[in-house]
């Protein structure tokens, strides 16, 4: 019995050896990970392309991605100018760039009990798996409705461990007019911020922002001077919106150029133009910018969805349309005194993202006209 009992003694000493030293290496390579998450914030306005981008970032499996968390401080200081804004904006960003759910209590109705009190939190496929939820698996297509159905009423600290096991968290975000308050993000030892700066033909921006009836309370923010509420009255025009909107992407280009070789390999322009006609080429560079691989199969998603017209309910996004027909829809459908007044305001944007002006009408119908010239897409 004696040679058994110290076989047996043996097995189960090896086997606590065996745990000990499996569970010491998945925290090792646990601390790894945490030491090398990349953080990335894509910078755009509204109408822009941004949720497009978002979500090329979001189906890689490396990606916790979420969805306009800015929005959640305009709807609870609504009174407030931008500029003000931008703080509040950046704390939450710190919080959730290091997976920190906590400020989201302070936002969220109901305090922020589950993941579904989150807005848009289904635009996120890290939150319709696992380990936030079980419905999805990132190897599978992504599925809207089956998230919303099964993924809702999963506590908000949920959230957080999702956010761990992912080495790349990236926030969208159209709230930003001003790069200068997120500085502190930059200098921040416990980050690695790469912001990438996506902007578009204020003309096609401008179009699309007169179609798009919902933006009345954001414009009152855009071109708000100071906190008075009585503000709120007035509705701005796209002319002054976009005045507002030009004015401050190129103020976030030029804060960027300043800086110089603080932000080298930090910052990214590039323009909706670009990855809606080349979108292979823009995506690879913008995800080797970031430390992300395009494999196979998000090339062929890419491909698929920037050139064809399909209704698509469950996937990427809710639509897909060739994007070459997007890039020039303002040429056929926006009225031609609006150009002229956008041109006017946004002159300067146009020359430092390389955007041509047309003069007459003629010239605005013809597409053999490019007004897209060649720039550098990043610095």
Known sequence: ??????????????????????????????????????HVLILSSWRSGSSFLGQ????????FYIYEPARMVW????????????????DLFRSLFTCDV??????????????SDLPFWTESW??????????????????????????????????????????????????????????????????????????????????????????NDEDLIVVRENEEPQNKKSKPSVTQVMAKICEAQVAINNFSRRAGKALQGKYMMIRHEDLATEPLTVVDKVYKF????????LQKLVYNITHRHTQVQRGFMNFAEDSMKIVHKWRKDLNHKVVLEIQDVCHKAMEVFGYGQVRTL??????????????????
């Open 56 to 63: 090329i970032f979001n189906h890689h499996p490396n990606v």
């Open 290 to 297: 970031t430390g992300l691989s395009l494999n196979k199969d």
């Open 126 to 215: 890290a939150l319709c798996s696992q380990p936030a939820c079980k419905a999805l698996n990132k190897n599978k297509e992504y599925d809207r409705p089956t998230c919303f159905q099964r993924c809702g009423y999963v506590p908000l600290k949920k959230m957080e461990e999702s956010c761990e096991v992912h080495s790349h968290v990236v926030l969208k975000t159209v709230r930003i007019l001003d790069l200068g308050p997120l500085v502190s993000l930059l200098e921040d030892a416990n980050l690695d911020l790469r912001i990438i700066h996506l902007v578009r033909d204020p003309r096609a921006v401008a179009l699309s922002r007169l179609r798009f009836k919902h933006l």
């Open 75 to 90: 709807v609870k200081f609504p009174n407030l100018k931008a500029s003000v804004l931008h703080y509040p904006i950046r």
């Open 1 to 38: 019995m004696a040679p058994r009992l110290s076989l047996f003694r043996f097995i189960i000493v090896s086997l606590l050896i065996f745990f000990s030293v499996w569970i010491l290496k998945d925290k090792i390579d646990f601390e790894d990970q945490e030491g090398k998450r990349t």
């Open 362 to 379: 003629k010239e605005q119908h013809d597409l053999s006209l490019s007004v897209v010239n060649d720039v550098m897409t990043d610095k």
């Open 102 to 115: 906590s400020p989201l209590h302070e936002y969220l109705s109901r305090g922020g009990r589950y993941i």
